[in-house]
């Protein structure tokens, strides 16, 4: 998803949507393999959350070929769909199409919270997770230099220091999709200065993290209506920040902005690899091609 | 700072589900965990009264000895590791191979370390009591206070033994999650009872008696008794039939009984039951031949009578039973636990689906 309107890049952010949205969202996979595969053992995590931000209205997840299908909660409450194809298949086609209608912020304002307020090991409890390397975000020196330039001085207000060190990747970054991959990690989207949500969602977690600021990879789709034809559609990224008095609240590095009633979440994790939209392991020769078709259609 | 935010991705406990997803490893542990307990406890149970009965006979001579144990040690099926171990079949050295000889695979202390082994394989998928209490067990046998003990008096040794049984199986009942892990445990553990229950009825056919005239006698009557009180069952079948000992009524009881929990109709009732619940289908409905063979005999005990039985004969009734259960093991084992090895010819590896970038 590429962000609109680099004109306006200078100055004003634009105000947050808060008309609710009731959004038709589907999500293809086809994995086109070299040849017959088995014991093709998989997780999918496409079913988008129902809490005071969104309502999934309706989930269908189909598969080609069938297989039973067994959902779970995940450690972080994801809902995640696991299925196997023990038999021989060339192909398989994961296909989620979910209704979801989406809610205005009703929380209120966002309240002041200096560092301090972090502290109470109540809250603690909640994000703990959130505050420390993973897999993809390594608070390493690269890390921490690049924090120390994004937010000079200490953590005061977590809100407005998350919003200046998303306004930082924004400013130093720049979008280019094919520059960086799906494992590309944290340190090296600092090193290229480009890369895609995905990576500025992982720079950014590491900047926060480094900053004590605990934070989250949000996993799921956002509307674009402005759309330049032939633009691929993806599933997105984004964080969220946790602020003490409020609770979760979403950031959008790629497009540097509060998340709103564009936003559909699916998923949360400490990063990527928590929350990959599908993956497993199989048996066989290997994979020949990979399709993703998303597309997020507004009803009304 | 007091109004703390909830999480808001999490359903409310009554919406989730337990995952349906277990490992075979995981189920195969489960499963021997609790058959290893529940022969250990019947092990112990036999010999227990075994020993106690050998007080009415103090004047056996060598002979009489070995008439008198060897029975249980076919009924076990272990008499050739046995003899490889000892010459005399006496009360000592057939007590002592069955509790404490680690070569011996079914001797309670064999039986409860393999146990304690598969749940400790397990340990994050039971509970803390369980573990916990079977460990204690462990450390028990192992302490040299365990064989002083069963010097000094095996009847408390072998009380201990049975303790840990029943707490194990207590504490199971009351911690263990209601999920396919409890369907695993019942199986193991109702299907070694019922294998037990028939062993237990079989050693009476193995026992010679000394003379026809002894058929009815005093000592035929206290070897039946035994043979109630090594299944638990002299209570109740006094609550059936209060005043005669008596060799069909016992049998009948054994078999037949819908009410006593040990008796082999009531064992694979349960049986069934579980193995219903676990592969979701509906109830008579059985697939594979071993399924069908069992779901047979359990329509035979609900048909037969013990009549019938003796007419054909009850040792090759009890032998049935035992190649049904044995045959079901079988079936259990290779639907839900065994992975056939890969072919390593056919080069089939292992991959990572592909992950999809968001962008």
Redesign the interface.
Known sequence: MIPQSDTTSSSSVEPPWIEPLLLTISHLTRYTYEGPVQDSFNEARLQPVTDQLQQCREFRFRLDPDAQVWDYPDFYSNCVHYFDVQNPHESLEVEAVSVVQTLPESRGPVPEAGPESLLDPRLQEQYFDFLHSSEFVSLGADVWREAVDALPGSLRDVWSDTVAIGEHIHRNYKYSPLSTNVNTRAFEVIKRKQGVCQDFAHLMLGLLRTHGIPSRYVSGYFLNPRKFPGEIEASHAWVEVFLPGFGWKGYDPTHRRQTDSRYVKIAVGRDYADIRPVGGTFRGKGTREMVVEVSVQRVS | ?N?????????PITE??????MLSRVANSLYWMSRYIERSENVARLLDVNLQLMLDFADFNDQQLKEHWLPILCSAGDEETFFSFYDRADSENVTEFLTFREENPNSIISCLFTARENARQVRDQISLEMFESLNECYLFLKSRNAREIWQTGAHDFYEQIKKYSHLFQGLTASTFTRSEGYEFINIGKFLERADKTTRILDIKYHILLPSVADIGGAVDAAQWQAILRSASALEAYRRFHVEDILPKKVAEFLIFSTTFPRSIRACMQRLDDELHRLSGKERREYRSPEERAFGKLLSDLNFLTIDEIQTSGLHEFLQGVQTVLDRLDDHIYREYMFHPP?DIQAE????????????
């Open positions: 700072m109004d703390l935010p909830t999480p808001t991705a999490q359903k989730r589900r337990d995952s349906q997803v890969v089939i590896l292992l991959h990572q689906q592909q992950m999809q970038q968001q962008q």
